[in-house]
């Protein structure tokens, strides 16, 4: 008899970025009364809501530290382990940042499942670090309930190209790097309904690098960037808005959807994370009318693993942009999704 094959989603509450803790209670976590003393070479940290910390090397460069972890997405060993790898790197691109080096976070319930399956995901993450340039340098392990791995990343950038989510500026276009949607395929994977083209072109998108956002980090027209993950496109979006002291504008029909998504929208299936942030931000947002607002609920606050990256530009360096992504394959995004204007009642509108 053959047996069945392990499918670790099965193994997890959660999935992906979908794990973080909802936006709401992170505050509450987070509040502290302990005052820390100045550090005037720490340039990114506990201070703002940014992907990762950044310290000034006192040379003209800055080292960037940053962790992430999440229980799986998917069912094959593997392919966890190259996605929650790509999704840990991704925010020292993010801040315009080179990965040097990574060292491992697993959680593995050795009674449940096999340590072979362990070994899968370990040579999965070892794969996406190949990819990114990087080695796998050690790591940590615990005996866990449920199945965890990220990674702790360090990097490097100039300060000069050095980009954060809260210094856009008015009249800057908005650019996105993937599409939306990979919470509600993740989610319609779990409940055994995702088609297999849809899983091969979400697993694809996860496990890809955000390498662009070092190339990006060099543009100085660039005012601010900060990846797409766990609070959705509308909780990155506003972290970026309200951090800059301006609301933003969004082209509802400018956004990039993945394939597939909109069908199992159409049948009721999302993550609870969804809600969770839908929750905690829907006070901050406006639809102006056409805007199909029980469609944007599913979509923009989607829990997103390793998604795009959200870029502010200058309005004169849009051409710098677009020449890019034709350099980089990504043509498909290559039109604005949005523009950051004048702080109004709402800190997002979205419009057709």
Not at 146 to 156: D, M, N, R, S, Y
Not at 211 to 237: P, Q, R, S
Not at 309 to 323: H, Q
Request: some cysteine; glycine content about 10%; aromatic content about 6%.
């Amino acid at each position: 008899m053959i047996e069945d094959p392990i499918k670790l989603s099965q193994y997890s509450h959660g999935a992906g970025c979908g794990c973080k803790i909802a936006p709401k209670v992170l505050d509450e976590i987070l509040k502290s009364s302990f005052v820390l003393p100045d550090n005037n070479k720490l340039l990114v940290g506990n201070h703002s809501k940014d992907d990762a910390a950044v310290y000034d090397l006192g040379n003209g460069t800055a080292l960037i530290s940053t962790t992430d972890f999440f229980m799986p997405i998917v069912d094959d060993a593997f392919d966890f382990g190259r996605i929650a790898a790509a999704n840990s790197i991704s925010d020292v691109y993010a801040m315009g940042g080179k990965p040097l080096m990574a060292i491992a976070i697993l959680g593995w319930p050795v009674e449940k499942l096999p340590v072979e399956l362990a070994q899968k995901l370990i040579e999965g993450g070892r794969s996406v670090c190949t990819e990114a340039g990087i080695p796998l340098a050690g790591g940590h392990s615990i005996d866990s309930q449920e199945p965890i791995f990220g990674l702790a990343v360090t990097g490097i950038v100039p300060i000069e190209n050095l980009k954060k989510n809260n210094t856009a500026q008015e009249g800057d276009y908005l650019f996105l790097t993937k599409p939306l949607g990979v919470g509600i395929l993740s989610t319609a994977q779990k409940r055994g309904l995702l088609k297999k083209e849809h899983l091969t072109l979400m697993i694809e998108q996860m496990v890809t690098l955000n390498k662009i956002g070092e190339e990006l980090g060099k543009i100085k027209g660039v005012t601010a960037m900060t990846d797409v993950t766990g609070f959705g496109l509308l909780g990155h979006l506003i972290e970026m808005a309200e951090g800059s002291g301006l609301s933003a504008e969004i082209y509802y029909d400018k956004l990039p959807i993945a394939a597939g998504v909109k069908e199992y929208i159409s049948q009721r299936i999302f993550p609870d994370a969804t809600t969770r942030n839908w929750n905690a931000y829907s006070d901050k947002v406006k639809f102006e009318k056409g805007v199909n607002v029980m469609e944007a609920f599913t979509l923009l606050p989607d829990p997103q693993t390793n998604g795009g990256i959200l870029v502010s530009v200058k309005a004169e360096n849009v051409r710098d942009i677009k020449e890019l992504f034709q350099k980089n394959n990504l043509s498909l995004y290559i039109e604005p999704v949005g523009r950051l204007m004048e702080i109004g009642e709402k800190v997002v509108c979205f419009k057709q």
